[in-house]
């Protein structure tokens, strides 16, 4: 039902909006970029896998679209952002290759020492990433035209939009697939996957790296639309950031990634308006009141009403929509 | 006769327990074989040396001639030897059809990113397994919500759909209600012999070694006791006082 209706009209409204009030689009551009991160947090954790360390792939999309920019005279976003993927990609292999033979708090820790390391390495190369200052990317061109800010900003929103529409949509049809399944399978039974003839660790292998690509995409857009690319990207609570909203928004579903990123990003812009520095107490209170009373995420609320409705089916979800015990059977197996 | 799997003088010791000690047993092809003993003769250690998940200190275990020793699970698996477990491994968040599709895709090596697991074209054939294991009645259910006699054959039904050449089950009736096991091995034989497959079994109810099985080893204290047709092992003497225990 997300994606045959919800996607749609979501869709529909995100294309009209620009174009029928103003103020909407540079708040949302900001969404759709952070939500790609988003979507690669949750696609571990179809695998049960937490990754605290993945703001070091948004910050080498970033970084890399900053030094594509800056070395292109005139700078063209389709070679920075191809780029960007293509750094993340190959950061996402380096990294993966290590990480994946860890699982749970070993998993997310080295992925955070990971991203640590790289923050030092942004903040200490100073002459090469600016250091703490960043790294200040002019305006590229998009598709060999020159724009003026508000012309840029309009088109990047639309360009965003499209990149999440089409990354929301493959990783559904991923996750769907044998191989998703499969990533899934890993959160319950990899000593059944091993004795299917497949490798539990190439599998999760294959989703760090499309997690690591949606990171630096996002990353990438980010720095294209702020025109700046700070070693803050890859510090530890931005990590947390994307975890945080990926949990607002529901980790069952890719749609949590969207819900999640428009509520923190509204709730962040709303609360630093009304409340100053002082905008994480209410995000905090965000967040304990969805593990108390919505642990599906705001995606789980969602398919909530519809089943209370009875207008519908369902959908299952890994930890919303279905109640599975629980167990893995390797626990079931030391109880017995 | 070429034996399928050849174990040549096995050894392999955990701490002070001998499990196997200069072991060698033939399985051949449209045999089933029984393998029985004593808790912790080392009935279990074979499958698992066979599997790949041990190595042993000595010996050698060959699979159509070729050594597997050394060998992953997940390889081993690929050559055409599949296991079910004493303790059913299911991937239990998912349904009993998602289950048997993932070993499917995997047999079919079936991994284009963007075809749906429900659609791809080994689906019939992973239903007639279900079928033949008497599961199909509860192929929309989540694994986890299934009885254990289900649950042991789901997790057959998930070796046979990777199409093995042998398979080898670790005690397939046990945790099973007695009346329920004649039913459910009836079903397990006859779907193996529909599909072709040689299988090992290690069993405690002799009831059912000498009813489905045509060969026989006795394990015991990390040796081969004795082997042979059921008939012959299950009356000699020596095997009813040190194994069945009459």
Redesign the interface.
């Known amino acids: 039902m997300l994606m045959r209706i919800v996607l749609p009209v979501v869709v529909l409204v995100a294309i009209v909006l620009p174009l029928a009030t103003s103020g909407w689009d540079a708040f949302l551009t900001l969404v759709w970029a952070k939500a790609l991160p988003v979507l690669g947090i949750i696609l571990l954790l179809q695998a049960g896998q937490v990754s605290f360390g993945h703001a070091m792939f948004f910050a080498t999309g970033a970084y890399t679209a900053g030094f594509v920019i800056r070395a292109i005279p005139g700078g063209e976003i389709v070679i920075a952002l191809a780029a960007a993927i293509g750094a993340s990609v190959v950061a996402g292999l380096l990294v993966g290759v290590f990480v994946v033979r860890y699982r749970y708090i070993f998993f997310a820790m080295f992925n955070l020492a990971f991203s640590m390391v790289f923050y030092s390495l942004l903040e200490k190369f100073i002459h090469i990433t600016g250091g703490s200052d960043g790294l200040s990317i002019p305006r590229p061109e998009i598709l060999g035209q020159a724009m003026e800010r508000s012309e840029y900003e309009f088109v990047l929103y639309y360009l965003a939009l499209a990149l999440l529409v089409i990354c929301l949509y ?1 990783v559904h ?2 996750l ?7 990533l ?2 890993i ?3 990899e ?2 996957i ?6 539990p660790r190439r599998v999760l292998l294959i989703a760090y790296i499309i997690s690591a690509f949606l990171a630096g995409l996002g990353g990438a857009l980010v720095a294209v639309f702020q025109g700046i690319a700070t070693p803050e990207y890859a510090y530890w609570v931005r990590s947390g950031e994307f975890v945080f909203v990926a949990i607002l928004g529901g980790t069952g579903n890719v749609f949590g990634a969207l819900a999640g990123s428009f509520v923190y990003e509204y709730i962040r812009v709303t609360a630093t308006a009304y409340v100053g520095d002082t905008w994480q107490l209410t995000l905090g209170l965000v967040l304990l009141v969805i593990i108390l009373f919505a642990p599906s995420g705001l995606v789980g609320v969602l398919n909530d009403i519809r089943g209370y409705l009875g207008k519908g089916r369902r959908e299952p979800t ?1 930890s919303g929509g ?1 109640q ?2 629980g ?3 390797k626990q ?2 030391e109880e ?1 | 006769m070429t034996a399928l799997i050849s174990a040549k003088d096995l050894a392999i010791s955990f701490g002070g327990v001998i499990a196997a000690e200069g072991v060698s047993l033939d399985v051949f092809e449209d045999d089933h074989l029984a393998i029985i003993g004593p808790n912790g003769a080392g009935k279990t250690t074979f499958l698992n040396i066979c ?1 790949g998940y041990l190595k042993p200190s000595a010996g050698s275990v060959t699979f159509q001639g070729r050594s597997i020793l050394g060998s ?4 081993i ?2 050559m055409g030897i ?2 079910a477990f004493q ?8 349904t009993v059809l ?1 289950n048997m ?3 499917a ?3 079919a090596r ?8 429900m659609q ?1 074209p080994e689906r019939k054939e992973a239903e007639h397994i279900l079928e033949l294991v008497g599961c199909d009645d509860v192929s929309d259910r ?1 694994a ?1 919500e299934l009885p254990e006699g289900k649950r042991k054959l789901v997790d057959i039904a ?2 046979l759909a ?1 199409k093995p050449k042998v398979l080898l089950m670790d005690e397939p009736t046990s ?1 099973v209600a007695s009346s329920e096991k004649f039913d459910i091995m009836d079903t397990l034989i006859g779907a193996l012999r529909e599909q072709q497959v040689t299988s090992v079994f290690v069993e405690h109810d002799m009831e059912m070694v000498s009813r489905y099985a045509n060969r026989v080893a006795v394990w015991n204290a990390g040796h081969i006791q004795s082997q042979g047709t059921p008939e012959d092992v299950l009356q000699d003497p020596e095997v009813v006082r040190t194994v069945i225990g009459v």
Do not use: C, V
Request: aromatic share 6%; no cysteine.
């Open positions: 493959g049809r991923f769907d697939s044998p191989l998703g399944h499969t899934k399978a959160k319950t039974n000593t059944r091993e004795y299917l003839g497949l490798s890994p279905k599975p015990s167990k893995t059977e079931r197996g017995q | 599997t992953s699970p997940r390889a698996t690929r599949a296991r303790i059913p491994q299911l991937f239990t968040e998912q998602e599709l993932i070993a895709a995997s047999q079936r991994f284009a990113p963007f075809t749906p697991l791809i989540p986890s998930l070796a990777l945790g």
